[in-house]
């Protein structure tokens, strides 16, 4: 099997489509109200009942209260949680599907907090001081690399664009890909050129 392509912040139905006529596996749905991407419930629930039976529905989330991550869920019939925020292993491991955390990795510090967390998988994001993911800066792969030691799937973020994730791949090896701003026209709007580019650069 190729590598997960994962397209982050839909925010139209046209958008989610055409990530999935592109080839992703995956696409993201972004609950926290400070991002560029953010959609409200009944769009999200609009997107998602939309999207082909095989695409994989994420739910992007940062300190959201449980109850809110489980209306999600049976609303929007996700199989995934991403977790931006400061949640712990414990509320991690408080729900019912897959669930992936995500670490904003700046040295090889922050690769060594990877394992307190028996997520699913692991997002490796680059650090941002004022930004939860979408930064559209890279980080050191060689730490990405460093994570697969501990052995669950990693998806690789932060950066990626059309360009360079064939690079990013040969290089990590990860079981996954992210990408939000590396293939937008604009903050929120997909383009679909760079979507297909993204998918094909990634699976080659």
Not at 3 to 18: N, W
Request: charged share 25%.
């Amino acid at each position: 099997m190729g590598t997960i392509v994962k397209i982050c912040g839909i925010t139209s139905v046209a958008d989610g489509l055409a990530a999935a006529e592109a080839g992703a596996d995956a696409v993201g749905l972004m609950f926290y109200e400070k991002s560029p991407r953010y959609i409200p419930l009944a769009a999200a629930v609009d997107i998602a009942r939309h999207l082909p039976p095989f695409v994989i529905k994420v739910g992007v989330f940062v300190n959201a209260l449980p109850e809110a991550v489980h209306r999600a869920i049976g609303e929007c019939g996700l199989n995934l949680l991403q977790f931006h925020g400061e949640e712990t292993p414990e509320y991690c491991a408080g729900f019912p599907v897959m669930t992936m955390k995500a670490f904003p990795i700046h040295d090889a510090e922050s690769v060594k907090q990877l394992p307190d967390f028996r997520t699913d998988a692991w997002l490796l994001d680059a650090f941002a001081r004022d930004k939860r993911g979408g930064t559209g800066a890279t980080f050191n792969w060689d730490l990405a690399i460093e994570a697969q030691k501990f052995g669950r799937p990693i998806f690789l973020a932060g950066g990626l664009t059309p360009e360079n994730v064939g690079e990013a791949v040969r290089k990590v090896r990860p079981y996954g890909v992210d990408v939000s701003s590396g293939v937008e026209s604009s903050p929120g709007k997909k383009d679909a050129r760079k979507m297909e580019d993204f998918v094909q650069n990634a699976k080659a």
